[in-house]
């Protein structure tokens, strides 16, 4: 095994940017899902664009998904959901 050495002060640098740069990331794609889940988009179609359908309602959960309206429309039948539709124009 090879000895143990120090980290150089520029390479420790370049992996704490990198490490932010991850984190940030991360946190963008919760609230991307999150909003997407919010506007009514299903976890099926989330999750269609590369994230499994349990990461997906994770994220949402972690979120602020699902909210009232969102339960609300989950919940109603075909017929109140044309309705709603033929309202809204």
């Known amino acids: 095994m090879?000895?143990?050495r120090e980290i150089e002060p520029a390479d420790?640098?370049?992996?704490r940017a990198a490490l932010l740069g991850v984190r940030?990331?991360?946190?963008?794609?919760?609230k991307a899902v999150a909003r997407a889940?919010?506007?009514?988009?299903?976890?099926?179609a989330v999750a269609e664009l590369g994230l499994s359908p349990n990461t997906v309602q994770?994220?949402?959960r972690a979120h602020g998904w699902p909210?009232?309206?969102?339960?609300?429309?989950f919940n109603?039948?075909?017929?109140?959901r044309q309705e709603r539709q033929r309202a809204d124009g």
């Not at 420790?12 to 992996?15: Q, S, V």
């Not at 940030?24 to 919760?30: G, N, T, V, Y």
């Not at 109603?76 to 109140?80: L, Q, T, Y």
């Open 2 to 4: 090879p000895d143990a």
């Open 37 to 44: 889940l919010v506007n009514g988009a299903s976890v099926r």
């Open 24 to 30: 940030d990331a991360q946190d963008e794609l919760e």
């Open 76 to 80: 109603e039948s075909r017929w109140d």
């Open 12 to 15: 420790a640098d370049r992996i």
């Open 67 to 73: 909210t009232e309206e969102n339960r609300r429309r």
């Open 58 to 60: 994770k994220y949402g």
